[in-house]
């Protein structure tokens, strides 16, 4: 019994099977798995798989010598014919890897700033490495003009799935000199004969050219090929350090209305100077190929990136290559030189496939300011529109024709008014029934006087409602027997049945999906300034968000009033309205407007 238990293998984790060893690896962060990795060589080669599954680089040094790493990997295993055994079945049932990329457009190392060429090798030779690979790229600490994005147009970078932009200014805290006595009597005495402390300079600062090319590199499909999501930022040239509310936020009763505002002002001025310069248009995006990226993207978020102006989306729309069909989520916040009319054509085009939809314009926004008041001077202002066969800059219809299949909607606008609600037909039935609804004040007040009639309102709007319902379903059938034709009456009859069988389910269909979402239905509205008619009340939009489907929250927010208050099938979810104690526009602001040059 002695000596067969002497010969019997050792239990160690070099004899576990793969799948147990590669299990106890998943509790394990990175600090762990790399001082396993330095037990054993047998060991060394069997966390690889684990310890390169998923990658943080935050340089270009850091990138390049995991790139060397990687690439000596394969001489290293053909040492034990064991360990390199065990390598190749990790390498079978390894995961695909991820990868996240930082690079600083102002990082100085060896080679300097970093240019496309420089990183569009290393990730090819990343990918060369793992071609399952997915990463996400991050350029930081730019401008809109480096050398790096200008150089992207005649690179690839293959595998990059995500790629995120932060360009313009960076926050810069001077250090501060050396405080020992040392360098302290030397500053003091410059005759003594030792070198001055030298105090450090801020970086020089990078400006920003705004130009539509671009664009280029990111819409042409064939510089970054794979990528499925970006993310522009053109505000700060890195991630915010505060934390930013979200708009949710705006109905917790403890945080007071200063601390619920973001900086749209500041964005506004942070951007007017820049939208002075002029924008020139790009000269690839005429080309019929260059919206090859554009069909493939998923995500696309563009925070105050000057770039996108009118002409330039204008001819992204007209292109009949740029219609992203792929396209889930859009994320649209400060867009400077972005018009109501540009708006307008894209939400007609664009919010009927998305599910995920997020529109921020800052408050007092001139354009909107404008449009505002010449539908209250000009009663054929839209109707003009209408006779030109374009879309009337008016959002809140649009909102409500075109975007009734997001899951997920933010809009964050100057004016909104009852007609992202209810029709123009509706308003007219209310108006027949003697109901009053043009009694507000501004910016959206119900006068003590003249008391809004709620209970009337959600009674005409439900029985108008319904019977809509009816008349569609009816329509429905006249089609399918008119469709049938001159057939017998047995044809006729079951024609009409099954047409109204099939709107019956496409109505249970509608209530199915919407009840079993995984993530809740949400409509967030937030209105900076009040809305588009003196006369409408804010409490009359209430009683309507009311209304609206079962199992989609509303979230309502008036920030001139200022209310808020929750939604959800007929019942308000929250004190609709409640209002800062001390009634003053303490906004907070950022300390250092990044384009006060």
């Known amino acids: 019994m002695q000596s067969q238990h002497d010969t019997r293998t050792k239990p160690s984790l070099e004899t576990l099977p793969v799948e147990i060893f590669g299990k106890i690896c998943t509790f394990l962060n990175t600090n762990a798995l790399s001082k396993v990795a330095l037990?054993?060589?047998?060991?060394?080669?069997?966390?690889?798989?684990?310890?390169?599954?998923?990658?943080?680089?935050?340089?270009?040094?850091?990138?390049?010598?995991?790139?060397r790493t990687l690439n000596g990997l394969g001489s290293a295993a053909s040492d034990l014919e064991k360990a390199r055994s065990w390598y190749e079945q990790q390498t079978k049932t390894k995961d695909v890897?991820?990868?996240?990329?930082?690079?600083?457009?102002?990082?100085?190392?060896?080679?300097?700033?970093?240019?496309?060429?420089?990183?569009?090798?290393?990730?090819?030779?990343?990918?060369?490495?793992?071609?399952?690979?997915?990463?996400?790229?991050?350029?930081?600490?730019?401008?809109?003009?480096?050398?790096?994005?200008?150089?992207?147009?005649?690179?690839?970078?293959?595998?990059?799935?995500?790629?995120?932009?932060?360009?313009?200014?960076?926050?810069?805290?001077?250090?501060?000199?050396?405080?020992?006595?040392?360098?302290?009597?030397?500053?003091?005495?410059?005759?003594?004969?030792?070198?001055?402390?030298?105090?450090?300079?801020p970086p020089e600062r990078q400006r920003?050219?705004?130009?539509?090319?671009?664009?280029?590199?990111?819409?042409?499909?064939?510089?970054?090929?794979?990528?499925?999501?970006?993310?522009?930022?053109h505000y700060w040239a890195e991630p915010s350090r505060t934390k930013i509310l979200p708009l949710d936020g705006l109905l917790e009763p403890d945080v007071p209305w200063s601390a619920r505002g973001t900086s749209y002002e500041v964005t506004d001025a942070y951007l007017g100077?820049?939208?002075?310069?002029?924008?020139t248009g790009s000269t690839l995006l005429s080309a019929s190929d260059s919206f090859g990226g554009l069909q493939k993207f998923e995500e696309?978020?563009?925070?105050?990136?000057?770039?996108?102006?009118?002409?330039?989306?204008?001819?992204?729309?007209?292109?009949?290559?740029?219609?992203?069909?792929?396209?889930?989520?859009?994320?649209?916040?400060?867009?400077?030189?972005?018009?109501?009319?540009a708006v307008a054509k894209l939400l007609a085009r664009a919010l009927p496939t998305l599910t995920h939809f997020t529109l921020h314009i800052?408050?007092?926004?001139?354009?909107?300011?404008?449009?505002?008041?010449?539908?209250?001077?000009?009663?054929?202002?839209?109707?003009?529109?209408?006779?030109?066969?374009?879309?009337?800059?008016?959002?809140?219809?649009?909102?409500r024709d075109f975007g009734k299949d997001v899951q997920q909607l933010e809009l964050a606008v100057p004016y909104v008014c009852r007609q992202i609600f209810i029709t123009n037909q509706e308003s007219e039935a209310l108006e027949q029934a003697g109901v009053q609804i043009k009694i507000g004040v501004e910016p959206g007040i119900t006068p003590s006087l003249t008391p809004l009639d709620c209970r009337s309102i959600s009674k005409v709007l439900s029985d108008y409602r319904n019977q809509s319902a009816l008349h569609t379903r009816q329509r429905n059938i006249d089609a399918a027997v008119l469709k049938a034709g001159n057939a017998q009456d047995g044809m006729n009859s079951r024609a009409a049945?099954?047409?109204?069988?099939?709107?019956?389910?496409?109505?249970?269909?509608?209530?199915?999906?919407?009840?079993?979402?995984?993530?809740?239905?949400?409509?967030?509205?937030?209105?900076?300034?009040?809305?588009?008619?003196?006369?409408h009340t804010w409490e009359e939009l209430t009683v309507e968000a009311d209304l609206e489907e079962e199992h989609v929250e509303w979230t309502l927010a008036n920030y001139a009033i200022p209310c808020a208050s929750r939604h959800n099938g007929g019942r308000t979810l929250d004190q609709p309205f409640w209002s800062d104690v001390t009634g003053k526009d303490t906004r907070s602001r950022p300390e250092v407007d990044p384009f006060d040059m």
């Open 300 to 341: 696309f978020t563009v925070e105050g990136a000057p770039e996108l102006t009118e002409e330039i989306m204008g001819t992204i729309m007209e292109n009949r290559g740029s219609i992203a069909t792929n396209l889930k989520r859009l994320d649209l916040r400060g867009l400077p030189s972005l018009t109501l009319r």
């Open 39 to 67: 037990t054993s060589r047998a060991l060394y080669l069997a966390t690889q798989s684990p310890l390169y599954r998923h990658i943080t680089i935050h340089s270009i040094q850091v990138l390049f010598r995991l790139v």
């Open 273 to 279: 100077r820049l939208n002075r310069q002029r924008i």
């Open 497 to 535: 049945a099954n047409a109204g069988i099939e709107y019956d389910i496409q109505v249970e269909d509608r209530m199915r999906r919407v009840r079993e979402a995984k993530i809740p239905w949400k409509r967030t509205i937030i209105a900076w300034d009040g809305l588009c008619s003196d006369d």
């Open 208 to 233: 920003c050219l705004p130009s539509g090319n671009f664009w280029d590199p990111f819409l042409n499909g064939r510089s970054f090929q794979d990528c499925r999501s970006i993310e522009i930022h």
């Open 362 to 399: 800052g408050p007092h926004n001139s354009d909107a300011v404008e449009h505002r008041s010449r539908f209250q001077s000009n009663a054929r202002y839209e109707k003009e529109y209408l006779e030109r066969g374009e879309i009337v800059p008016h959002l809140c219809p649009l909102i």
């Open 97 to 201: 890897l991820t990868a996240k990329i930082t690079v600083e457009g102002s990082d100085s190392g060896p080679w300097g700033s970093p240019t496309a060429v420089l990183v569009s090798g290393l990730i090819r030779s990343l990918v060369n490495h793992a071609p399952e690979i997915r990463i996400t790229l991050s350029l930081i600490k730019s401008s809109c003009s480096c050398p790096f994005l200008r150089g992207c147009v005649a690179e690839t970078f293959p595998r990059v799935t995500k790629l995120v932009l932060y360009v313009g200014k960076h926050h810069h805290t001077p250090q501060k000199p050396e405080k020992s006595s040392t360098a302290l009597n030397s500053m003091l005495s410059p005759a003594s004969g030792a070198r001055r402390t030298a105090i450090p300079r």
